[in-house]
């Protein structure tokens, strides 16, 4: 095997002269229908061979047909050696012609150059095909996992030529689906695209699949979400190939695939933006965002960067995020003025120092303790950082002219049922407030949870199914409104482009999701079955949590914007004089309480935060108007049953 492999060249040269003087006199025979070659016949005979030798091997050399790797070569290289003969035999009759030599007519020439081009791409695929084939029986002993190919485009046509080299021992390919129906029952190198993306089902479960590869890049949300929900009905793991910029960044692309995200099921479509407008305000400008570490803070630090500020400052308290996202961004804008500083936004002394040194144009502040059932346990702790911590910076915003200051709050602001909830409703209040007193503009943007964020409840989702369940759910009715962390800071920016001061944006989330409902899908994506493989236990709403959230409160009014997916609050009557009481009044409460005294604090932020509810009150009446909203939708059900049986009876 050394040898031959030492000698290949040699080998594939031999072999392919071989293949010219027997397409010759195949040729002849064709022509004369005999072989009995006369003295002078076998000397034209001769001369033609010798020609067409020198001129076949000549050409191929040139085209470079020896350097190819024979298991490697595909329809252009083909191409090639059709090329290579055409020319060839092109050269040969020219000569012919240009220094009449005796040589054989234009019809041997031209049947021969065919019978060559044939026999030359035949014993090259044949060779290639043994080579990847995998017939031995080691590799017939290896248990192979069944492939099915989504989309039939360029992306698959590079799988499938991966999995059949590289990863022949692993994969089989059963075939490919592409809601293209011309493509349907053709064959892309070998393998039969058998259906549209309705028949997954039945192939899946036919063909006995156990990976799904998705391949197509180029899609829209909606067509990715239609898809991929077909493809949970089959309980098979699905993979999934990112955008076509990540493919060209990586030229290997078996490491492109990535496992399902709840992301890709939202089927939104991309967000629009003004980025004109947005750079107007970042260009050139000096822009700090508190808590910069974040999942928030961090996103809005690389999004900021987009627009080429002058200076970014990232203040977090916890440096090991801080130090993360710095090192990205420095990588990324090796040329940018970038300040990550290690501080507390309760630190009033070390805030003013940060405003007077490096005079911040706009204001990000996402720096708050947001988990809601933590500041139940630790309610002064959510006072200190998320009240007293915003007040200190909006302070400063005043008092160092900022041009612009936006609070990232929560769905969780609105009726709030928690501690969590109540210190974000007070920090939009003591925004609105400050807007009446300061030429500072404020305003708050509020939105629901954030997938992937800290604190989200999928990356929690998914250690539970690597440990192998059970998946943990509070209530099997309870809902949230989801977006990803790109499309949120996204319509931050937007929304702080529109702020003229005292709005409380508010961005359209879509529909809510139920939780248990994410989590089925999830231990769907990951090829098992939900309640068999993985368990989904209900645990019990946990304190402060609502079943329900909601996006407005009742007493406000929804402004639209330029964006359809930003709407603003119609500003409440607040001036400052009112908060700094309030404030007061929690200062006053720091001072005298520890946090073993909860039923007191809540008393107090409930005299500070009207709109504070009961949860479990809340719950309760959540529940009623649900089952209510379910027994007519029942009744509405059944009356249509009977109906059409009435219908039917008369028919």
Do not use: W
């Amino acid at each position: 095997m050394k040898l031959i492999k030492k000698y290949r060249n040699v080998l594939l040269r031999i072999l392919d002269i071989c293949i010219i003087v027997v397409a010759y006199f195949i040729a002849e025979m064709i022509i004369n229908n005999n072989l009995n070659i006369g003295s002078e016949l076998t000397v034209t005979m001769l001369n033609t061979i010798i020609l067409a030798i020198i001129v076949y091997s000549v050409i191929l050399n040139l085209f470079r047909t020896y350097k190819n790797i024979t298991r490697y070569e595909n329809g252009n290289d083909y191409l090639i050696y059709v090329l290579a003969c055409l020319l060839s035999y092109t050269i040969i009759m020219t000569i012919k012609e240009v220094f009449n030599l005796p040589i054989l007519e234009m019809r041997i020439n031209l049947i021969a150059a065919l019978i060559i081009v044939t026999a030359l791409i035949g014993y090259r695929v044949t060779t290639r095909m043994i080579l990847t084939s995998g017939h031995d029986s080691h590799d017939e002993n290896i248990n192979k996992k069944n492939v099915l190919i989504i989309g039939a485009g360029d992306a698959a046509k590079t799988v499938i030529g991966t999995l059949k080299t590289t990863m022949k021992n692993s994969y089989n390919i059963v075939g490919l689906v592409d809601d293209n129906i011309n493509k349907v029952n053709y064959a892309i190198s070998g393998n039969k695209i058998l259906g549209t993306r309705y028949d997954i089902p039945r192939i899946c479960n036919e063909k006995k699949v156990d990976v799904i590869f998705f391949t197509i890049s180029n899609i829209s949300n909606k067509d990715r979400k239609d898809i991929l929900e077909i493809c949970q009905q089959t309980q098979t793991k699905v993979r999934i190939l990112p955008g076509t910029t990540d493919l060209i960044n990586n030229k290997n692309i078996m490491s492109n695939f990535r496992d399902i995200e709840i992301e890709d099921l939202l089927g939104r479509d991309p967000i629009k933006l003004d980025n004109k407008n947005i750079g107007k305000l970042i260009e050139n400008k000096v822009v700090l965002v508190t808590g910069g570490g974040g999942s928030i803070g961090s996103e809005l630090c690389r999004q900021v960067m987009k627009f080429n500020p002058k200076e970014l400052v990232i203040v977090d308290i916890y440096e090991n995020n801080l130090y993360d996202i710095e090192q990205e961004l420095r990588m990324n804008y090796p040329e940018a003025k970038i300040n990550a500083i290690v501080a507390s936004v309760r630190d009033k002394e070390r805030l003013n120092e940060i405003f007077e040194e490096f005079k911040p144009y706009l204001v990000f502040h996402a720096a708050a303790h947001k988990h809601v059932p933590l500041m139940e346990t630790s309610p002064l702790e959510a006072i200190k950082n998320n009240v007293f911590g915003t007040y200190n910076v909006v302070n400063c915003a005043d008092e160092y002219n900022v041009k612009r200051f936006i609070l990232i709050s929560t769905d969780k602001a609105v009726n709030p049922t928690n501690i969590m909830g109540a210190t974000k409703r007070l920090c939009e209040m003591i925004v609105q407030a400050k807007n009446k007193v300061s030429k500072t503009e404020y305003a708050a943007v509020r939105f629901g949870n954030v997938l992937g964020s800290n604190g989200s409840v999928v990356p929690l989702f998914k250690k539970q199914i690597a440990s192998g369940g059970p998946i943990t759910v509070t209530h099997k009715d309870i809902t949230r409104f989801f977006m990803t962390i790109p499309e949120a800071v996204s319509l931050v920016l937007q929304a702080m482009s529109y702020a003229k001061g005292g709005e409380i944006f508010v961005l359209d989330m879509g529909e809510p999701v139920k939780i248990y409902d994410m989590a089925e899908k999830l231990i769907k994506l990951s090829g098992l079955e939900p309640n068999v493989d993985i368990e989904i236990k209900i645990t019990g709403l946990r304190p402060g949590e609502k079943l329900y959230e909601e996006i407005l409160m009742d007493e406000e009014g929804l402004e639209a914007t330029k964006h359809d997916k930003i709407h603003i609050a119609e500003p409440m009557n607040i001036n400052m004089d009112m908060i700094e009481s309030k404030l007061q009044k929690l200062n006053k409460l720091l001072e005298t309480s520890d946090n073993e005294d909860k039923e007191k604090i809540k008393k107090v932020i409930k005299q500070i935060v009207p709109t504070f509810r009961d949860g479990k009150q809340l719950n309760e009446e959540k529940m009623k108007e649900y089952a209510m909203k379910n027994e007519e939708t029942t009744k509405d059900s059944n009356v249509e049953v009977v109906e059409h049986k009435k219908v039917e009876a008369m028919a």
